[in-house]
C-alpha cells in the first residue's frame, strides 16, 4: 500500500476544519439514509433542505464553530409529524436501501428515529453526551446496524456518527475508496477508516496543526467531485519503502556489496526505481526539495536525522560518486538516479512520526 503518497496527495489537499454542520438530528439521519447510492447533490442535500423547509426550517445549516442551537426538528417531533412510512414517502421519496432485498429509506429513516429516541438520544446535543460513554455509544450503534441497509462495513452509521458531531468516525464512500484506489491503496471502507485515520495523524505532525479524519474524508471527497489534483503543480515523486533507510556514517561507500546498510539501499532503490517508472520520472538537473517521513515505532529510531538524509540523498544521486566501486551486483539499478547530484537538494525537511511498524516515505519535488 503507498500510505506516503496517500498523505502527501491529501496534504497538498490542504484539509480544512468542518465549516458547517446540519442543525438538526433528523436531519443527520434523512442524509446519512439517503446518502448511500444516491447523488448528493442532486438528491440527498435538497430532500434535507425540503423535509427542513416543510417544518419551517428556512435554514438547516449551522456554523460548525458556534454552539449549537436549540434542535428546529428533534426526532419525537419528526416522528409525530411523520408517523408513518407514507407520511416521510411524501415528503422525501421512495428510494430503496437495497434494489434486490432492501425497505424504503423512509422506513429505514423512521426505524433509525425510533430507536435513538428509544435509546434517550433525541436531538444532537443528547448525540455528543452518549459518545461520551463508550458502553452506551456501542450499544447504539448495535442497535443500528440491525436496519436494513447498513451498507459495507457498516459505512452508514460511521456517516451518522460523522455528521452529528464526530470528527473521528467517518464514511469513506465510493468517491474515497476511488482516490484511494489510484493512489496505491485500495481499501474496503472498513480498512479506509484505519488508513485516514493513520493519515489525520501523521498530517497533524506534517502541517503543524490539528487534523481529524473528517477533514482528511472531505478533503478528498471534495477533491473527487471537483476534479482537484492538488495546490502543487511542480514535478514530484513520492514513495514509500519499508524499514527505516540507509546510514551514511562510514568512509566505506553505501554501494559496495560488502557494505552492511546493503539491504537497505537495494530496497530504496528498488522503491525510487517503481515510482519513476510509474510517474515518468527522468533524473532531475534543476534544483530539488526533499521530504522525508519516517515513521517508528519509537520516539527515537535508530538513526540521527543527517545520517539517515546523508543516506538517502547518496543513494538516490548519480553514481558518479561512487567510481572505483563495483555495482554489479545492483544489477538494473546500478544506473538508476532521481537527480544527479546530491548539491541540487535546496530544501530538506524531516519528521518523524509513531507507527507500529518501520517505514519511510520519500518525497522529492523540482523547484522550478
Sequence with gaps: MSFGV???AVAALDPQPRRSRWGSLS???LDAVWSISSLYE???DPLVRRVAEANGDGRPVVDAAMPLPPDPLPLPTLLARYPTVEALRAVTNG???STTSGIQKADAALRYARILVEQAVPDLAAIAEMMADQMRWDAVDRALAAVSGDGQGGVRRGYLWMLSGSD??????RRVLRWLARHGCPATPAEARDLLARAAKELTVR???PVTPWMVDHAIWKAERTGTVGATTRPTIVFDVAGVPPIKNEALSLFAANHRQR???ERLLTAAVTAAKQAGWTSARDDVELDVTLRSPTRRPPGDATNFL?????VLQGRKASQGVDLSHLGELAGFALFDDDGQIQDIVYRVVMDSIPSYTVQVTLRR
Design 207 to 209: 502541517l503543524r496543526r
Design 310 to 314: 546523508g543516506g538517502i540523498a547518496d
Design 27 to 29: 436531519y443527520c439521519v
Design 6 to 8: 496517500v498523505v502527501a
Design 95 to 97: 428510494q430503496l436501501t
Design 263 to 265: 539491504e537497505r539501499v
Design 168 to 173: 473521528d468516525l467517518i464514511k469513506p464512500d
Design 42 to 44: 442532486e438528491v440527498v
